[in-house]
């Protein structure tokens, strides 16, 4: 079985904010896999598909500087070791247009990773971060929680394809080979 967990913020005044990639990201999956997101359980929304083995999408209903309790909760119910979890999530150093694949490392100052290390006990986990720029300018507050402008959009829809038409491999393959294939993109010019 597999985990792939999308980090974002419930509630419509949070819809398509840069800090909700993660949830657009697996909604996009979902749709792909005709899966509707309709259980809950440890206050996560998930919804579940059969390739190879199993597969449950999970978008935790907690904030994302809460997420960690929601993983965490999920790994242990379903006896899941830690290489099969995926996180994907929003990153303010990578710019928009652009992914890069990791299979550890630090939270690099994201709150939803502090909070899933806090609660897993480790940073071994595997991860999807998605560009979402910085704005210098803004308050980092303001700017994770402010949406793309029209040719950021474009950018997004871009990544969201390439990362839905990739991510069949994550359970295909072993993590260094995905990760080596897909390690880093631009996706866009």
């Known amino acids: ?25 697996i909604d996009e999956i979902a749709k792909e896999k005709n899966v509707t997101l309709n259980k809950k359980k440890f206050n996560g929304l998930y919804g579940e598909f059969h390739e190879e083995e199993k597969i449950i999408l999970l978008k935790p209903q907690s904030y994302v500087n809460n997420s960690g309790k929601v993983v965490a909760n999920f790994v242990d119910y379903f006896n899941l070791d830690l290489k099969d979890l995926l996180i994907i999530y929003d990153d303010y150093y990578l710019e928009v247009g652009s992914y890069k694949i990791k299979a550890s490392g630090s939270s690099a100052g994201h709150n939803g990773l502090k909070s899933i290390e806090k609660y897993l006990g480790t940073q071994e986990y595997q991860r999807i971060k998605v560009g979402i720029s910085r704005d210098m300018q803004m308050l980092l507050p303001d700017y994770v929680l402010s949406k793309f402008n029209k040719e950021e959009q474009k950018k997004v829809e871009k990544v969201k394809k390439e990362i839905v038409g990739f991510i069949d491999n994550f359970w295909k393959k072993e993590f260094s080979d995905f990760m080596s294939q897909y390690s880093q993109k631009k996706v866009v010019d």
Not at 13 to 24: A, P, V, W
Request: proline letters at 4%; a positive charge; aromatic letters at 8%.
């Open 1 to 25: 079985m597999k985990l792939i967990v999308g980090l974002g913020n419930p509630g419509r005044e949070y819809e398509k904010t840069r800090h909700n990639l993660g949830f657009s990201i």
